[in-house]
Nanobody
Framework: QLVESGGGLVQPGGSLRLSCEPS??????????IAWFRQAPEKEKEGVAC????????VYADSVQGRFTISRANAKKTVYLQMNSLKPDDTGIYYC????????????????WGQGTQVTVSS
């Protein structure tokens, strides 16, 4: 189980920071690759960013490159998604997902998901 937080309503150009924390993991948190996905109404789930278990490697979708930053603090067992210069097209439910030594933006690589947090970008 994963728990996301930090979503909300923000104006275009604004910023939000999402957090993802584990609940009940039996393996070490730093053995899991973590990814953020989002899903807008009537659209498919889209991989936004991912980070390797060590935190040394990251990948971003073209649509968020240069605006979003994924990071992790393994000692705190938390992964963050810093979102800057937000656009209305960034609106959706944001999910974090974990996979044991997994890494990439494909949803099938991850077997543990959170319930999601709503992000709405609107004036």
């Amino acid at each position: 189980q994963l728990v996301e937080s930090g979503g909300g309503l923000v104006q275009p150009g604004g910023s939000l920071r999402l957090s993802c924390e584990p609940s009940g993991f039996t393996r070490s948190w730093d053995s899991y690759g973590i990814a953020w996905f989002r899903q807008a109404p009537e659209k498919e789930k889209e991989g936004v960013a991912c980070i390797s278990p060590s935190g040394g490697s990251t990948v971003y979708a073209d649509s968020v490159q240069g605006r979003f930053t994924i990071s992790r603090a393994n000692a705190k067992k938390t992964v963050y998604l810093q979102m800057n210069s937000l656009k209305p097209d960034d609106t959706g439910i944001y999910y974090c997902a974990a996979g044991y030594f997994r890494y990439g933006l494909g949803p099938n690589q991850y077997d543990t998901w959170g319930q999601g947090t709503q992000v709405t970008v609107s004036s």
